[in-house]
């Protein structure tokens, strides 16, 4: 029996990957124009880390983490999302002494034991970017046109930007009970998840999506009309900023998000074209969090995007392989000989170049060259390396030229720049 990858877990294979360095190279470019410095957390943090910054009633910390005792009995767990291990490591290693704006970005593979689908897997990748230190709502403005620009530069279109508010200590509460009492009306009509948790997580029902759940809480009361002073004016003011830039957004009283530790600004990036998977990339303000975990009080903001979700999104606009400049066939021993040294001294030089490596007939090597797409061929035999000096086609315009070996990097440089 061959052994296979594990369900929900995929391969990225060539043909494939070159679609996603596109997106993460877009990602880097587009985060480092607005200010934002890469940070690498490890894969696995301990298990502590995630209840307390999710939250012990979220789908996350419920039912999707991959957790394990190692082998010193430490319960760790593979991390579901970014920003609990991003907040870990400002507080960890003090970077709010660096300055008072921290503007980070992550990028890598993330782990939820869901049920695979199109869209959905168990080990997923995202690039997310958090801003911590600033509660102005003109950082949430700049975060969500960074996000804006990242699609327009990608080249996704088909998304649209949805923001709401979830208030925060002061007047999340008041809500809360009122929904509470609404939903308490209703429970006869709410699924089992929901009835389970109206009380303990009563946000949740507002985004679930059993049809009964939509139907029952249609009408339900608005967070958007129980937001306290601040975080009214937190929220217009941010959006009006996002009108000034010309960032369009619709608001959606209805987006809860699934985390606990989501204040004010929450917003989600959203296609009707990945079926139910319809959020390409989600976050939202948190200002309470680096305090729930030990650090002094920071304000923050991010967001992360789902790669696999990039990725279909871009549907059959693969990013095509680069093409393969050169490729030397040789006849012979000896010809074969110089064709290593002639492609070993070309990728030296900054020109990748192949070969073949099984002494085949020169038919058989020009098949190859061909289905590599190589731009040019160089045909080496006995007659060649005696005169220094051979025959470089041009596989598009079938048109050839002599080139002395000595030439061959300075020539293939110029046509291939
Ligand atoms: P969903 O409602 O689809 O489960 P979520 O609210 O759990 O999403 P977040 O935790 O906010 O998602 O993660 C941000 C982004 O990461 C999502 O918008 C999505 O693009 C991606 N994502 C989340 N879970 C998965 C998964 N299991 N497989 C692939 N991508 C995922
Ligand atoms: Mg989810």
């Given at each position: 029996m061959t052994i296979t990858a594990i369900k929900g877990m995929n391969d990225i294979l060539p043909g494939e990957i070159e679609t996603w360095q596109y997106l993460e190279a877009t990602a880097r470019r587009v985060f480092g124009r607005f200010g934002f410095s890469e940070i690498r957390t490890p894969v696995v943090e301990k298990t502590d880390l995630f209840c307390r910054s999710i939250g012990e009633t979220t789908d996350i910390v419920e039912k999707e983490m991959y957790t394990f005792e190692d082998k010193g009995k430490n319960r760790i767990t593979?991390?579901?999302?970014?920003t609990a291990s991003v907040m870990r490591s400002y507080i960890q290693n003090k970077l709010y002494n660096n300055d008072p704006v921290n503007k980070l970005y992550y990028l890598g593979p993330m782990f939820r034991y869901e049920r695979p689908q199109k869209g959905r897997y168990r080990q997923f990748h995202q690039i997310g970017a958090e801003v911590v230190g600033v509660d102005s709502p003109l950082i949430d403005a700049q975060v969500m046109a960074m996000l804006d620009t990242f699609f327009r530069e990608a080249g996704i279109d088909g998304v649209s930007l949805e923001i709401n508010s979830l208030g925060c200590k002061e007047c999340r509460p008041g809500y809360r009970d009122t929904l509470i009492a609404f939903l308490e009306a209703r429970l006869d009509v709410l699924c089992e998840d929901c009835r389970r948790r109206y009380k303990t997580n009563p946000l949740r029902t507002i985004d679930c999506k059993v049809p009964g759940c939509r139907e029952a809480t249609a009408d339900a009361p608005k967070i958007l009309d129980h937001l306290c002073r601040g975080c009214d004016d937190h929220f217009s003011r941010t959006q009006s900023l996002l009108q000034g830039l010309e960032v369009p957004f619709t608001v959606n009283a209805r987006m809860v998000r699934g985390l606990d530790y989501y204040t004010r600004t929450t917003f989600e990036m959203v296609t009707d074209r990945l079926g139910s998977q319809n959020a390409v990339a989600a976050g939202g303000r948190y200002d309470g969090l680096v305090e729930e975990l030990g650090g002094p009080a920071s304000p923050g903001i991010g967001f992360a995007m789902g790669l696999e979700r990039l990725v279909l999104m871009r549907g059959d606009d693969k990013v095509a392989p680069s093409r393969l400049p050169l490729f030397i066939a040789a006849m012979g021993e000896a010809a074969t000989d110089k064709a290593f040294t002639l492609a070993t001294d070309l990728q030296r030089n900054g020109i990748e170049a192949e070969i073949d490596?099984?002494?085949?007939?020169l038919k058989a090597q020009m098949r190859r060259a061909n289905k590599l797409e190589a731009r040019f061929v160089l045909i080496l035999g006995e007659d060649e390396l005696a005169s220094g000096e051979a025959e470089l086609k041009d596989m598009d315009q079938s048109a050839q030229e002599k080139v002395r070996f000595e030439k061959l990097t300075e020539l293939l440089k110029e046509k291939t720049a």
């Open positions: 593979l991390r579901p999302e970014g490596y099984f002494g085949k007939s």
